[in-house]
């Protein structure tokens, strides 16, 4: 037999008979499938972790904002504890609790205070200037409370979502009594 008749008789073979076709079109897909599914799985865990992050930060100014007596460091503690928890976050995170005044006379929001726990820094005067975009019109005297959070997000999945930082920032004001206090006690 000449080469060449072999390779007709094979090709006429090959092509006449549908065996494995199955087989092989599933090895060819379900590669990209896999991929697929561990795609939708990262992009759900994301808006998953968005969510929880956003839930918790309003949980915990909703919480400052029902106050009425001074909070210190160990309730700042307490808060970021409960942060953590809440968003299960195994990283590093970071809250920082502010309290703005705003002055109607000179159209401009004032620092009354400023705590952090985690990585972040406390908030300076000079920041809020840039912040009219980001905060509610307020009233003469009127005081609000500002509650930044931020932590790390590591993706389960290596599918061209990268590792971020989730931040939310949250804007209440105080129900129960004019303005929280801080207190170094």
């Known amino acids: 037999m000449s080469k060449l008749k072999l390779k007709s008789i094979l090709r006429a073979d090959f092509l006449r008979k549908e065996d494995g076709a199955i087989a092989i079109e599933t090895i060819i897909i379900f590669p990209v499938l896999f991929w697929g599914f561990m795609a939708m799985f990262s992009t ?12 918790a930060a309003y949980t915990i100014s909703d919480m400052i904002s029902r106050e009425t007596l001074p909070i210190d460091g160990a309730y700042l503690d307490g808060a970021h504890t409960l942060f953590d928890a809440l968003t299960r976050t195994p990283q590093d995170s970071s809250i920082r609790v502010s309290i703005l ?3 109607g006379q000179n159209n401009r929001m004032k620092l009354d205070w400023s705590k952090t726990r985690g990585s972040s820094a406390a908030l300076e005067e000079q920041s809020i200037r840039a912040w009219t975009d980001r ?30 930082e989730i931040k939310n920032f949250i804007f209440t004001r105080p129900r129960y009594a004019p303005q929280i206090l801080w207190t170094d006690a």
């Not at 905060?135 to 599918?159: C, H, M, Q, W």
């Open 44 to 55: 759900f865990d994301a808006y998953r972790q968005y969510s929880m992050h956003q839930k």
């Open 101 to 103: 005044q705003y002055d």
């Open 135 to 164: 905060l509610p019109k307020l009233v003469n005297g009127e005081r609000i409370i500002i509650v930044e959070t931020a932590a790390s997000y590591d993706p389960p999945f290596n599918t061209g979502l990268e590792q971020r």
